[in-house]
């Protein structure tokens, strides 16, 4: 019996679909499987038809396929049925591609048959993991600038107890060399040796944390602690330029579930700008706070406030965009991975001008979930 007008029709709508077309009967037994399929599965249609379709499935969904049918001709109620989701499937050489899955049954079939629209995602995933590495690469250049810029201040708060380590040395050396060594003095002077090599190391580990490379990790943190981490690296920028840098922390916080480097990297990059903001201001109260609290029994807030001429008004609606800055030698580039970090963590980062005068720039992030 030659096919009618309609079912040719469909045949060629099925034909030139760019996303894999399936239709199966009630058992999951696979009726149509179009050119699309076939090059999506690498099944002809030939061995395609008459298998299960839950070939086309890796575990566990592959051996509780047929239990879903069942259990939708028992009940009448849909769990996947119109609509559309992310899943994986299964190629004939066993590669797992992940694909846009959308099913239907069809209308006055009886028994109910299905209809399946598939698009492959692989192509889509690939470039949005590749946006992720650029965007992490971005985060990581930028850092390291911020702290390039620092790098000077930091010289110098190592250069403190180095200095200190070598004087008390050339003391001990001293007293060593006299005829009667006083050995109270030369142990006082050991334990300072002890406490400023101790000192520099905790400077050191602490730049080292910031810098080094790592693999992403979100876990329970006390913002606060976090921060005072990142004041005690940034006081020894601040101190040179007759910057005061004061904490302004809410007590009893909930935790936040976060990674603790990228927090940081955004609070040093934050507080980094505002210290530099104040290095125009000629005259006056030259201070950056950086205060916490809760907004709402969901959220916390963290805020960076800075008395300095704040943000050029022409530029305030741009300055979370890539390549916006006002600096000679800047990237433009800190700000704008600022607000990406704190936005991948479900969070917010604004700016508003501060009251009489400044910048105030405010994070907002999610408190751990179940703890209010």
């Known amino acids: 019996m030659r096919p009618s ?4 029709e469909v045949q060629a709508l099925l034909d030139v679909a760019i996303d894999a077309v399936i239709i199966i009967d009630h058992r999951g037994i696979i009726e149509s499987f179009n050119p699309a399929a076939e090059r999506m599965f690498g099944y002809t249609a030939s061995e395609a038809l008459g298998s299960n379709v839950s070939v086309l499935m890796p575990e566990p969904d592959r051996s509780a396929h047929d239990s879903y049918i069942a259990r ?3 009940s009448g109620i849909p769990h996947i049925l119109g609509i559309g989701r992310e899943v994986d499937a299964r190629r004939k050489d066993g590669s797992i591609i992940p694909v846009a899955l959308a099913v239907g049954r069809i209308r006055d079939s009886d028994p109910p048959r299905f209809v399946g629209f598939l698009h492959d995602l692989t192509v889509r995933r690939r470039a949005a993991e590749e946006q992720q590495l650029i965007r992490e690469r971005m985060t990581r250049v930028s850092h390291l600038a911020t702290l390039g ?3 000077g201040a930091i010289a110098h708060e190592i250069n403190q107890p180095l200095a200190a380590i070598s004087n008390y040395a050339l003391a001990c050396q001293r007293m060593l060399e006299a005829t009667e060594p006083g050995i109270a003095e030369i142990q006082d002077a050991l334990k300072q040796i002890s406490g400023q090599a101790l000192r520099a190391a905790e400077i050191i580990g602490r730049v080292r944390s910031l810098v080094r490379a790592r693999a992403r990790r979100r876990e329970p943190c006390d913002i606060n602690a976090l921060i005072q981490e990142v004041s ?9 330029q007759g910057v005061q840098l004061s904490l302004d922390l809410a007590d009893d916080l909930p935790p936040v579930e976060v990674d603790g480097i990228q927090i940081q990297q955004v609070l040093l990059n934050l507080i980094h700008n505002a210290i530099e903001a104040l290095s125009t201001v000629g005259s006056g109260e030259r201070r950056v706070t950086v205060r916490t609290g809760r907004t709402t029994p969901t959220e916390l807030t ?6 300095g001429p704040g943000v050029d008004p022409a530029l305030s609606g741009r300055i979370f965009d890539p390549f916006c800055t006002t600096k000679e030698h800047g990237t433009g580039l800190g700000l704008a991975i600022s607000k990406s970090i704190i936005e991948a963590h479900r969070g917010r980062l604004v700016h508003h001008p501060n009251v009489p005068t400044g910048a105030c720039f405010s994070i907002n992030l999610p408190v751990l979930e179940g703890v209010q």
């Open 302 to 307: 963290i805020s960076v406030i800075d008395s």
């Open 149 to 151: 810029e620092m790098a």
């Open 232 to 240: 005690a690296l940034v006081r020894s920028e601040a101190r040179p």
């Open 5 to 8: 007008s309609a079912n040719r």
């Open 72 to 74: 939708y001709l028992g």
